[in-house]
């Protein structure tokens, strides 16, 4: 049972649409729950949707006819829906890869936020957010160089991808070491005074 509505000249979409079509482009018929999955590996790079913003995507191409759905009978279960990019949703998805400006990516950090206010808490409880902070950045790096190991080699842009958010998280990494040394320093010349 595939949509067949003519699709909307330019549609205006969001970046986690244009993430679900490219998700959808490599080839496969993907549930919500299978585009959920295949988004948890994004979420070292910049995208990570709930379950309901990907449904959400998948209605409003389904109405732009960037994606046809077809159910899968399943016994004692509701029937499942699996979704595949069209044509249209291709030339879409390429047009925007092609064409769209080039935007600088919103930075929202609120380990640096915090610091940025450190005058207003003490230097333990600076040093205890910036490892944290820093623990979690190991953690991701850990977590890519697993992710590069698994991709297949039928997908070396991910793997290209993973290679640069390893490269971002090393460099977190090192400014975080940075910071935490001219933070002692701060402190060591305060106790001085």
Do not use: C
Request: no cysteine; proline share 5%; aromatic share 10%.
């Amino acid at each position: 049972m595939a949509q067949e509505e003519v699709p909307s000249q330019d549609p205006a979409l969001p970046a986690t649409a244009y993430a679900v079509l490219g998700l959808l482009s490599f080839g496969q018929e993907l549930t919500g729950y299978d585009l959920r999955k295949w988004a948890m590996n994004l979420r070292y790079f910049y995208w990570s949707p709930a379950q309901s913003q990907i449904y959400l995507e998948l209605r409003r191409l389904l109405e732009h006819g960037l994606v046809e759905v077809h159910l899968e009978e399943q016994k004692s279960r509701p029937d499942k829906r699996l979704y595949r990019i069209t044509e249209a949703g291709l030339k879409v998805f390429r047009e925007w890869l092609d064409h769209a400006p080039v935007a600088p990516p919103l930075l929202k950090h609120s380990v640096a936020l915090r610091l940025f206010f450190g005058h207003q808490t003490n230097h333990g409880r600076l040093r205890e957010v910036l490892t944290e902070y820093r623990d979690w950045a190991v953690e991701q790096t850990n977590g890519l160089t697993l992710l590069r190991t698994e991709l297949d080699q039928s997908l070396p842009y991910p793997g290209l991808v993973a290679t640069w958010g390893s490269a971002y998280f090393a460099a977190e990494i090192t400014a975080i070491d940075t910071v935490l040394a001219d933070l002692d320093r701060m402190e060591a010349a305060r106790e001085q005074d």
